[in-house]
């Protein structure tokens, strides 16, 4: 998953006395996690604001991915600081609570370097923010970072139809958290735990209100979301083609997406769903993170570049119109020029639709921190620009293949522009259509007339009138 996005999430709009503002950072499981925490802040009569300002409990829920991710949330602490001695010389108190990764992984540093702070709440303990809450109310400074045994998603409250159907037509569905592979750049293992999987039937059921309330698109997530296990309903164990098969059949559901997944748990059913199943998009977002065995071997990923060329042959055979998206790591201690072409020959040979590249970064408490034969700064820098470079070439020739065609888009919102509106196609990107091509939640054909950096235009979409039009202000 990538860590590009920062949102606001509104948790709902009803009466009540204290205001709220959720600022989310990192991953889409951040957001879904954010989501859930509005439920409960909801329930517990806090109304979402979107200005920090007006807030009395500001929430950061942090990502740890990468140094530069963890950073951001000193400084926006020192920011809310500020904020919170105005909003006291006017007399209002401002309660500030740091949740995420970042929470999980510094714990108590938090609460010693950022004096600000009155609780940190990791991942695994969301359902026990109400009580958190109140012990701050009591004067407090609380870190809740413990490990908990017990399915937070089953003591979180549910979102309401009303507030489901606010959120959009699309929507996230955590099935499973944590990871057990153990990469030696990532910090997720530590920070989100152990591999976890949510019970079959819960996540039905969250499907089927997710669809009752007007969802049309769902995306399971998970850190390393095919290695989801469970068991039928004859006790039968079962793996993430199951499941998607079982969510395949609820009425009103037309799309089905999963992410983020590991080359190594893409067994057999799977690989099945992807060619049986209609409702599953063809597109797949499966990092292989660099090209060299030896560099490969040095992450622990436990698969060769060939493994996974095997793969998507694989994975093409059975759904030949799939496109792949991945993430890639430059720079990695001990990765040579020749380690580093590898990565580029890898890329050159599958030809990715979209994909996300960082510099490795150094995380604290992680193998590849203590390594040796550290890159510099400057070569990764060379090393991320030449690989972007080729990326975004490979993504540029995926969009411009698909002008001319008719693509099935899912119509999300209206468009920035009177008149239009703007969906996904079924490989992600933003599709700025005619008003005339549907309603929102319709599913239709259109046919692509143009491609943009970050998005597709439909036939119709382009006011012919009009030279001075940019279509690139459009993208969703
Ligand atoms: N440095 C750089 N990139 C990293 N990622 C994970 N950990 C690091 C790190 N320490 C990238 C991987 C992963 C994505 C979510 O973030 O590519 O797939
Ligand atoms: Fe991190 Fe590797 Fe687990 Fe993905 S599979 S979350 S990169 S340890």
Not at 37 to 42: C, K, Q, S, V
Request: net charge neutral.
């Amino acid at each position: 998953m990538s860590d590009t996005r920062q949102a606001t999430v509104p948790p709902t709009r009803q009466a009540g006395s204290r205001k709220v503002f959720i600022k989310t950072y990192g991953c889409q499981m951040n957001v879904y996690d954010s989501q859930r925490m509005g439920d409960a802040l909801a329930k517990g009569g806090y109304v979402a604001t979107e200005a920090m300002e007006e807030a009395d409990l500001v929430l950061l829920n942090t990502c740890h991915i990468r140094e530069k991710a963890a950073e951001k949330i000193y400084s926006e602490l020192g920011r809310i600081r500020r904020l919170k001695a105005d909003r006291a010389l006017a007399g209002k108190g401002t309660q500030v609570a740091v949740a995420g990764c970042v929470a999980q992984a510094e714990g108590e540093e938090i609460i010693a370097r950022a004096p600000v702070v009155d609780l940190v709440i990791g991942p695994q303990t969301y359902h026990r923010l109400p009580q958190a809450l109140s012990r701050v109310d009591r004067g407090e400074r609380v870190v809740e970072t413990d490990h908990a045994v017990e399915d937070k998603f089953a003591h979180l409250p549910e979102a309401s139809r009303r507030e489901i159907r606010a959120r959009g037509v699309t929507a996230f569905l955590t099935v499973q958290e944590g990871c057990d592979k153990f990469c030696t750049f990532c910090v997720v293992p530590y920070t989100r735990g152990a591999e976890a999987s949510r019970p079959l039937a819960r996540i039905v059921d969250e499907a089927k209100q997710l669809a009752d309330a007007g969802v049309r698109e769902v995306t399971l997530l998970g850190q390393n979301v095919n290695a989801w296990h469970g068991e039928d309903a004859a006790g039968r164990p079962i793996g993430l083609g199951a499941l998607l098969f079982a969510l395949a059949e609820i009425p009103g559901l037309d799309r089905l997406r999963y992410t983020t997944s590991h080359p190594r748990d893409m067994d057999d059913a799977l690989i099945a769903a992807h060619r049986d199943l209609d409702a599953l998009m063809p597109y797949l977002h499966l990092p292989v993170q660099a090209g060299s065995d030896r560099i490969l071997k040095a992450m622990n990923r436990r698969h060769t570049a060939a493994d996974y060329l095997r793969l998507v042959e694989r994975i093409r055979a059975a759904r030949p119109d799939i496109a792949l998206s991945g993430d890639f790591i430059v720079g990695f201690p001990g990765e040579d020029d020749a380690d580093f072409e590898a990565t580029m020959q890898l890329v050159e040979a599958v030809g990715y639709a979209s994909a996300f590249s960082f510099k490795y970064s150094p995380r604290p408490g992680t193998p590849g921190a203590d390594m040796t034969g550290h890159v510099g700064e400057a070569v990764k820098g060379e090393r991320l620009a030449r690989l972007q470079d080729l990326l975004r070439r490979q993504q540029q020739g995926f969009s411009e293949s698909l002008v001319g065609r008719r693509l099935d888009v899912l119509v999300e919102k209206p468009g920035r522009h009177a008149g239009q509106v703007v969906g996904r196609s079924p490989y992600l990107q933003p599709v700025v259509m005619p008003q005339s091509a549907g309603s929102v939640g319709d599913v239709v054909s259109v046919a692509i007339a143009a491609s943009l950096a970050n998005s597709l235009i439909a036939e119709g979409a382009m006011p012919a009138a009009s030279p001075a039009f940019q279509p690139a202000g459009l993208v969703a």
